[in-house]
């Protein structure tokens, strides 16, 4: 196994952990809740208005967020977590976007 395939491994399994432990619901898990995304600024894709961002709570307790060291890995975990179901669109991230984030969606207040 290279460096990257490690790296891509680690934050795979640190964000699906950090999935499990943030679902505050109480209903069973289910990756399809979950939305998966790159960016290189967390605060604007996450919190901002739909035409910017997700428009995410800010008290919303069901987001997770991991930095990557390059471009590469992130677009690896994020494709590996929609490949586990999670919701997303790849390709959306800049070449310098190394945050991969994922969030509980919450009908008629998030957007993908």
Request: hydrophobic content about 30%; some cysteine.
């Amino acid at each position: 196994m290279n460096g990257v395939q490690q790296e891509v491994r680690v934050a795979v399994g640190t964000l699906i952990l950090g999935m499990l432990n943030a679902d505050s619901r109480g209903t069973p898990f289910s990756f399809g809740d979950w939305y998966v995304g790159i960016t290189n600024d967390l605060q604007t894709r996450l919190y901002g208005e739909p035409d910017a961002g997700h428009n995410v709570p800010h008290d919303h307790p069901d987001v997770v967020t991991h930095e990557c060291p390059s471009h590469d890995v992130a677009d690896q975990v994020e494709g590996a977590l929609r490949g586990c179901g999670c919701g997303g669109q790849r390709g959306l991230g800049h070449e310098d976007s190394r945050f991969v984030y994922a969030y509980k969606t919450i009908s008629g207040v998030t957007t993908p």
